[in-house]
């Protein structure tokens, strides 16, 4: 049966790829087909928040994405992913790096997706993680990254999503022309330094009305 209004599942994409190797020897061969059911609990809650777990996995979000599209590790193994049936599409993987998860901390009113209003936080990539070669996306690199709408310094020094903070929101979905890509636009996925509005500490518990934006 569907989940209640008021639960929205947290994923870390890459526990399934970290943990592949040994989880059905320790959950046995019929609970680990109920493990690491992404698409699975999509389908029941309506959307899912995804993040790293960091500092206990990596926090390259490059590779976040890679695992719940893949179900593979950075060897590209296995051939055909980890219980691929539970892979999650492209765009529910950035949704659920973007809308979803502001939605799931109640600040979707500020981050998740760029509108008028929204912090102009965005990230420029290199290449469409969208369309490129589904084992070329751990690969992909930073070309700019933007807070408050000035260039940040201190990101580009870095090689990917380069926010140099422990606790990272997801903002904002966008395309972003790029001179330097190999197309004339570059996919941009958002990730920003958490600013909190409290507004998770203070709102009402009853369910919310899920704007047409998080479908």
Not at 49 to 68: I, K, Q, R, S
Not at 156 to 168: C, E, G, H, Y
Not at 169 to 189: C, D, G, K, M
Request: charged share 20%; glycine share 6%; no cysteine.
């Amino acid at each position: 049966s569907n989940f209640s209004k008021n639960i929205i599942p947290s994923i870390q994409p890459t526990h399934a790829t970290s943990d592949m190797y040994w989880a059905q020897e320790r959950l046995g061969p019929d609970r680990i087909k109920g493990a690491y059911s992404y698409s699975t609990l999509l389908k029941n809650a309506g959307m899912v928040a995804l993040g790293t777990d960091f500092p206990v996995e990596g926090v390259n979000p490059m590779h976040t994405f890679y695992a719940a599209v893949a179900r593979k590790d950075l060897n590209q193994y296995p051939d055909n992913g980890f219980r691929i049936q539970e892979a999650l599409t492209r765009e529910q993987a950035l949704k659920g790096m973007t809308i979803w998860a502001a939605y799931a901390n109640f600040e979707d009113t500020f981050k998740g997706s760029i509108e008028v209003g929204k912090f102009a936080d965005f990230t420029v990539l290199e290449k469409d993680i969208m369309k490129i070669p589904q084992d070329s996306i751990p690969g992909v690199k930073t070309l700019a990254t933007f807070i408050d709408g000035v260039k940040s310094a201190r990101a580009a020094a870095l090689q990917w999503f380069p926010l140099a903070v422990s606790r990272i929101q997801a903002s904002a979905l966008a395309f972003v022309p790029s001179p330097n890509a190999n197309s004339s636009y570059a996919s941009t996925a958002i990730f920003t330094p958490y600013r909190s509005s409290r507004a998770a500490d203070t709102a009402s518990t009853a369910p919310r009305p899920r704007p047409s934006s998080l479908t």
